[in-house]
T-cell receptor, first 116, second 114 residues
Framework: NAGVMQNPRHLVRRRGQEARLRCSPM?????VYWYRQLPEEGLKFMVY????????ESGMPKERFSAEFPKEGPSILRIQQVVRGDSAAYFC??????????????FGPGTRLTVL | DQQVKQNSPSLSVQEGRISILNCDYT??????FLWYKKYPAEGPTFLIS?????DKNEDGRFTVFLNKSAKHLSLHIVPSQPGDSAVYFC?????????????FGQGTILTVHP
């Protein structure tokens, strides 16, 4: 029973390029979350998606960042025109359902983005 | 606005002793709390959780205590083992339409010495 899969594990981009981060949730999970961890900080919520729907994007920067979770395939976090401040670890988590606030999120290994 | 705070950046404990990690929160609407453990270059691993209707939850060597009046929770690990050395994050979630979003503390680095 595979856990949450993220690829690539490491991604290097030059300033101005695009970064695409992929996340495949655990089998049977239909809810995906993206978090970002800057150096020396805790994880910060970015976006919560269900299949074909963005439920909560209150943590997403207003520009350059977008996320999707299509009917088929992995969830994608896209960062356009990357800047050095985007360098961070990006974690994806998944859960089977949401109800009564008791569902636990299970995390992938993360993608470490370095912007040169 | 740091709604979940872990005021101790690090904790050092001898093997076999108890480790106590603390977490404070400011938002009284949080109704579910979780602890995660994280090794370098890996994702957080779920340890234990507690609902706001309880004040204690136990799972093996791990016990989480919740004091709602003080807006404080703690994770007790006993006995501590060298393999427990990692960064520990507490997290909290709201109910209602904000289901799903976790708010994390900054983390506490636990070192267990043999």
């Amino acid at each position: 029973n595979a856990g949450v899969m993220q690829n690539p594990r490491h991604l290097v981009r030059r300033r101005g390029q695009e970064a695409r981060l992929r996340c495949s949730p655990m089998k049977g999970h239909s809810h995906v979350y993206w978090y970002r961890q800057l150096p020396e900080e805790g994880l910060k919520f970015m976006v919560y998606l269900q299949k074909e729907n963005i439920i909560d994007e209150s943590g997403m920067p207003k520009e350059r960042f977008s996320a999707e979770f299509p009917k088929e395939g992995p969830s994608i976090l896209r960062i356009q025109q990357v800047v050095r401040g985007d360098s961070a670890a990006y974690f994806c988590a998944s859960s089977p359902s949401v109800g009564q606030g008791t569902d636990t999120q299970y995390f992938g290994p993360g993608t470490r983005l370095t912007v040169l | 606005d740091q709604q979940v705070k872990q005021n101790s950046p690090s904790l050092s404990v001898q093997e076999g002793r108890i480790s106590i990690l603390n977490c404070d929160y400011t938002n009284s609407m949080f109704d579910y709390f979780l602890w995660y453990k994280k090794y370098p270059a890996e994702g957080p691993t779920f340890l234990i959780s507690i609902s706001s209707i309880k004040d204690k939850n136990e799972d093996g060597r791990f016990t989480v205590f919740l004091n709602k009046s003080a807006k404080h929770l703690s994770l007790h690990i006993v006995p501590s083992q060298p393999g427990d050395s990692a960064v520990y994050f507490c997290a909290a979630s709201l109910g209602g339409t904000s289901y799903g979003k976790l708010t994390f503390g900054q983390g506490t680095i636990l070192t267990v010495h043999p």
